[in-house]
């Protein structure tokens, strides 16, 4: 179990994804940072592993079903009492195993950096085409149609990719800042599917990789990159109509802020306010969605970012910039609302009733990324 106080793994070989690889090896290499700062980590193994020092190259074999510890010690990695220069890699010494940490299963290497303050960092190795088995399951349900799972490997693929930077110490992370990843418990066959017939598959603008955002639902309309966030735009990312998400339950939403919460994130920026007497969108960008909020105060007026509000009052609660209307209520304001996410790229909610509609992944992405090409990374 993943705890902050130490972490456990163990190595296993499910014979059903062990038989599903078929040479999924091949092809660019991903790093991904699966723990930043651990503690310590306590390794149970059921097979022989080894425990490579990089710097050295020699190998240290770890018995089949014993126990270690493992931590950091300043810039060494402590192996049961073995100083080790760090990084030190986790090999599996035959066959498909897979390292487990907690729920999840890993199929690549690890790697165990020693971290500042006796801590680790964890960074798995493994193929592009492997990663993509753990990103899609946790990034969209499996259940959904097929067509909008390959969309989704496509997508997810030309993301990473476009991360790959043998400067860093890593090239992804593995939570929503980036793409969730959860290691590959959840691969079943409809997954296995959707990787392999994309397989290799990007899309490219002017012959660069797009940077693929993708989010659960845009409420109407998608939003242009640099609205969300100040990019530069290219035309796949420039925000499209679209009516297909409409059936979908995260399509309207609507919360409620109390006066005081309010009152408080204005004064919090600075104003000296002590009654808000109104709340209003002052400012939209093209596609619908409010760029600034006007607060009327007793002190005047406060003009404040959107994106600001909704990081103060939380992304669940206040699930998109896209405001359809604000009511003044007892005790606060009611905010409506549609959509659910920043807005950028493919509207997973969309593309999952493009596809119930019978439109190809490839019409999807077209949709979505307008102008970009779909080609083969090579």
Same mark, same amino acid.
């Given at each position: 179990? %993943?705890?902050?106080?130490?972490?456990?793994?163990?190595?296993?070989?499910?014979?059903?994804?062990?038989?599903?690889?078929? !040479?999924?090896?091949?092809?660019?290499?991903?790093?991904?940072? %699966?723990?930043?700062?651990?503690?310590?980590?306590?390794?149970?193994? +059921?097979?022989?592993?080894?425990?490579?020092?990089?710097?050295?190259?020699?190998?240290?074999?770890?018995?089949?079903?014993?126990?270690?510890?493992?931590? !950091?010690?300043?810039?060494?990695?402590?192996?049961?009492?073995?100083? &080790? +220069?760090?990084?030190?890699?986790?090999?599996?010494?035959?066959?498909?195993?897979?390292?487990?940490?907690?729920?999840?299963?890993?199929?690549?290497? %690890?790697?165990?950096?020693?971290?500042?303050?006796?801590?680790?960092? %964890?960074?798995?190795?493994?193929?592009?085409?492997?990663? &993509?088995?753990?990103?899609?399951?946790?990034?969209?349900?499996?259940? #959904?149609?097929?067509? +909008?799972?390959?969309?989704?490997?496509?997508?997810?693929?030309?993301?990473?990719?476009?991360?790959?930077?043998?400067?860093?110490?890593?090239?992804?992370?593995?939570?929503?800042?980036?793409?969730?990843?959860?290691?590959?418990?959840?691969?079943?066959?409809?997954?296995?599917?959707?990787?392999?017939?994309?397989?290799?598959?990007?899309?490219?603008?002017?012959?660069?990789?797009?940077?693929?955002?993708?989010?659960?639902?845009?409420?109407?309309?998608?939003?242009?990159?640099?609205?969300? #966030?100040?990019?530069?735009?290219?035309?796949?990312?420039?925000?499209?109509?679209?009516?297909?998400?409409?059936?979908?339950?995260?399509?309207? #939403?609507?919360?409620?802020?109390?006066?005081?919460? &309010?009152?408080?994130?204005?004064?919090?920026?600075?104003?000296?306010?002590?009654?808000?007497?109104?709340?209003?969108?002052?400012?939209?960008?093209?596609?619908?969605?409010?760029?600034?909020?006007?607060?009327?105060?007793?002190?005047?007026?406060?003009?404040?970012?959107?994106?600001?509000?909704?990081?103060?009052?939380?992304?669940?609660?206040?699930?998109?910039?896209?405001?359809?209307?604000?009511?003044?209520?007892?005790?606060?304001?009611?905010?409506?609302?549609?959509?659910?996410?920043?807005?950028? !790229?493919?509207?997973?909610?969309?593309?999952?009733?493009?596809? &119930?509609?019978?439109?190809?992944?490839?019409?999807?992405?077209?949709?979505?990324?307008?102008?970009?090409?779909?080609?083969?990374?090579?």
């Amino acid at each position: 179990m %993943i705890r902050i106080l130490a972490l456990l793994l163990s190595l296993s070989l499910p014979a059903r994804l062990a038989a599903a690889d078929g !040479g999924a090896d091949e092809g660019p290499r991903i790093r991904v940072a %699966i723990a930043r700062g651990a503690p310590a980590l306590k390794l149970k193994t +059921s097979s022989r592993i080894y425990a490579l020092d990089v710097k050295s190259g020699k190998k240290y074999l770890l018995l089949e079903n014993a126990s270690y510890d493992i931590k !950091g010690s300043g810039d060494s990695v402590l192996v049961a009492g073995q100083q &080790l +220069s760090s990084p030190v890699k986790l090999l599996a010494s035959e066959g498909q195993e897979r390292i487990r940490l907690g729920k999840n299963l890993y199929k690549g290497d %690890i790697l165990l950096r020693a971290a500042p303050g006796d801590r680790l960092d %964890i960074i798995e190795y493994l193929s592009l085409e492997d990663y &993509l088995y753990g990103v899609l399951p946790v990034e969209m349900s499996p259940d #959904w149609p097929l067509e +909008s799972l390959k969309a989704q490997a496509v997508a997810s693929r030309t993301y990473a990719l476009k991360y790959i930077n043998p400067a860093r110490d890593y090239d992804v992370t593995d939570g929503v800042e980036m793409q969730v990843y959860n290691g590959t418990s959840k691969v079943n066959a409809r997954i296995i599917e959707a990787v392999t017939t994309t397989r290799g598959e990007v899309l490219k603008y002017k012959g660069k990789l797009v940077t693929t955002f993708f989010h659960a639902c845009c409420g109407g309309h998608t939003a242009s990159a640099k609205s969300a #966030w100040g990019e530069d735009v290219i035309k796949p990312l420039y925000g499209v109509p679209d009516p297909f998400c409409s059936p979908s339950r995260h399509s309207r #939403w609507s919360f409620y802020a109390s006066s005081p919460d &309010l009152l408080k994130f204005i004064q919090r920026l600075g104003s000296t306010a002590l009654k808000i007497k109104s709340v209003r969108v002052y400012r939209k960008d093209r596609s619908g969605r409010a760029a600034t909020f006007r607060f009327t105060t007793d002190k005047g007026v406060k003009d404040v970012p959107v994106t600001e509000l909704r990081k103060y009052l939380g992304n669940y609660e206040f699930r998109s910039t896209y405001i359809t209307g604000i009511s003044s209520v007892k005790g606060g304001y009611q905010f409506g609302g549609r959509g659910w996410g920043h807005g950028v !790229g493919m509207c997973q909610e969309g593309a999952k009733y493009m596809a &119930l509609k019978g439109r190809p992944y490839k019409k999807i992405l077209h949709h979505y990324y307008p102008g970009a090409s779909i080609t083969d990374y090579d």
